[in-house]
């Protein structure tokens, strides 16, 4: 064997590792080809001995359920940020989230994807966990100060979330899609679509 061949780099620290690993996997999901790839693709792109990811991943599955984590994570942030940038009412700083969370999709199509994939995560204690909940969390906050603002509907809250969630979970795919066609929905189908659930949430007759 040359000795000019190229070797595998394993000078990482142990937690230095896992996050090369973790990066290599989220810029190879980011380009499009989804999570299709191997454990053994990820270490070789890396720079590393197919065995190193199993230092810290034992299978592929655990890979996507911290890249979906993540995901959250990020999505969390988005929305936090999105809904405490000073909004003059409850009803902008849920449609300023609302429209953050549909941008996040739109930015990120294959780790949105994944994020909700049961094919990818397939526990449902992983759907369950708090950081995965964090951005329904708030969510369900925004919802909640409506109310006690006299705002929006004394419905419960549960509901009024999932109905949140719903519609801007299928305007993120349908955007990240080009299914949302000016032809069948208007110009700004996400702004309409948006206004309803604003005007469904209002307090009114029922």
């Known amino acids: 064997m040359s000795e000019s061949r190229a070797k595998p780099r394993e000078s990482y620290h142990h937690g230095d590792l896992r996050r090369v690993i973790i990066q290599t996997a989220e810029a190879m999901l980011a380009e499009g080809q989804g999570w299709q790839f191997t454990l053994r693709e ?9 065995a190193a990811p199993y230092k ?17 994570d990020r999505l969390r ?3 936090t940020e999105a809904v405490g940038a000073n909004p003059r009412s409850v009803r902008e ?13 739109i930015d990120n199509p294959a780790l949105y994807r994944l994020m909700f994939s049961t094919e990818a995560c397939q526990d449902e ?33 549960e509901g009024l979330a999932a109905a949140c969630w719903a519609q801007v979970h299928g305007l993120t795919l349908l955007s990240i899609d080009g299914l949302l066609l000016p032809q069948k929905v208007g110009e700004a189908p996400v702004e309409a679509a948006l206004a309803a659930l604003l005007e469904g949430l209002a307090t009114g007759p029922a």
């Open 42 to 50: 990820v270490a070789r792109r890396a720079g590393v001995s197919h």
């Open 56 to 72: 810290h991943f034992p299978d592929k599955a655990s890979l996507l359920a911290e890249l979906s984590m993540r995901g959250f």
């Open 77 to 79: 942030e988005v929305l």
């Open 93 to 105: 700083a849920l449609l300023r989230g609302a429209r953050a969370y549909v941008r996040f999709g």
């Open 125 to 157: 204690d992983l759907h369950l966990s708090e950081r995965a909940m964090a951005p329904l969390a708030v969510v369900i906050a925004l919802l909640q100060r409506g109310q006690q603002e006299g705002v929006f509907r004394l419905r419960p809250l």
